[in-house]
């Protein structure tokens, strides 16, 4: 069966240190990563995903296809990284069905 | 810069009644979903519909139906409510196949 899990609900850092927001993906086929964010009172926006292999807003995450995970990662974290992100997953013959995690809520003590 | 339109953006039903939440969008995407988000489950598809003309059941389509009027409008019916079907329910676009979605607002839906 097709899964994203999100291990952490929520997640507190310090300003300035490292953040890991863990992924892991269930799915036989080659996988399409993806991670969103939810700043409050905005919609649900793209952050990054793995094919493009790029850092946004300083995020960077990695798909490991040995351990099945794609974990955002950020060196030093900002206040206005607190937000819900997303990971998520696409499927199927053309990749049209998307599969969420539940979340994890990040919150960057200044 | 409208996007991804959903309209109405709250309602509150009483059990049983019937209600069409409306998805527009004007980036000339083909791929269409419904989304509903609880705390604690993240968003959970219910259906999509992934060209004009097709739909497609998604994680948790009990409950509800979906028309794809045009490539602009996915429309999601609930037919008789039930207090369960309490959530926010996201619209969503893409316009490449298995590329990044654009979503709506939401419309926060109550069932009393």
């Known amino acids: 069966a097709q899964r994203v899990t999100q291990p952490e609900k929520l997640l507190s850092v310090f300003k300035g240190a490292p953040v890991e927001l863990k992924c892991n993906y269930s799915?036989?086929?080659?996988?399409?990563l993806f991670w969103y964010v939810q700043y409050s009172r905005q919609r649900l926006q793209l952050l990054l995903r793995?094919?493009s292999r790029e850092s946004i807003k300083g995020f960077t995450a990695d798909l490991n296809k040995g351990e099945t995970s794609f974990h955002l990662k950020k060196p030093f974290a900002q206040e206005e990284d607190s937000a819900m992100y997303y990971c998520?997953?696409?499927?199927?013959?053309?990749?049209?069905?998307?599969?969420f995690g539940p979340g994890t809520s990040l919150s960057v003590i200044p | 810069n409208a996007g991804v339109t959903q309209t109405p953006k709250f309602q509150v039903l009483k059990t049983g009644q019937s209600m069409t939440l409306q998805c527009a969008q004007d980036?000339?995407?083909?791929?269409m979903y419904w989304y509903r988000q609880d705390p604690g489950m993240g968003l959970r598809l219910i259906y999509y519909?992934?060209?004009?003309?097709?739909?497609d059941k998604g994680e948790v389509p009990n409950g509800y139906n979906v028309s794809r009027l045009n490539k602009r409008e996915f429309s999601l019916r609930l037919e008789s409510a039930a207090p369960s079907q309490t959530s926010v329910y996201f619209c969503?676009?893409?316009?490449?196949?298995?590329?990044?979605?654009?979503f709506g607002d939401g419309t926060r839906l109550s069932i009393l």
């Open positions: 799915y036989s086929g080659s996988p399409e």
């Open positions: 980036m000339n995407h083909n791929s």
């Open positions: 793995h094919i």
């Open positions: 969503a676009s893409s316009g490449l196949q298995g590329g990044p979605q654009h």
């Open positions: 998520a997953l696409s499927v199927g013959t053309s990749y049209d069905k998307v599969i």
């Open positions: 519909s992934a060209s004009e003309g097709t739909t």
